[in-house]
């Protein structure tokens, strides 16, 4: 199978993998536009020229997509957590500080 544009785009999917991996979200980013003109590359002329082939790598990569967006809303909320956490210490301290100057 050789498809302009598909082979890049699976190399930039599996990237992703490896930022992500890395919890470097802004790195995704930045392959998922890239590989987003490969994918327009790859499909220029409609999907119904594409072999077989080309199809399933489409949905490997579709599947792939699923789960990277899966990972990044768990990395959201985790995100999320630790912020309210860190808000609720800094209101705590906040409170100390306050108590201890009218003290």
Request: charged letters at 20%.
């Amino acid at each position: 199978m050789h498809t302009p544009g598909l082979d890049a785009a699976i190399e930039l999917t599996a990237a992703m993998w490896v930022a992500a991996d890395a919890e470097d979200w802004g790195t995704v980013a930045a392959l998922a536009g890239a590989r987003h003109a490969a994918l327009e590359t790859a499909l220029a002329g409609g999907a119904a020229r594409l072999e077989t082939g080309a199809v399933d790598a489409l949905r490997e990569i579709l599947s792939a997509d699923r789960r990277l967006a899966e990972r990044a809303h768990a990395a959201r909320q985790q995100t999320a957590v630790a912020l309210r956490d860190l808000r609720g210490g800094q209101r705590m301290h906040n409170a100390y500080a306050t108590q201890a100057m009218a003290g």
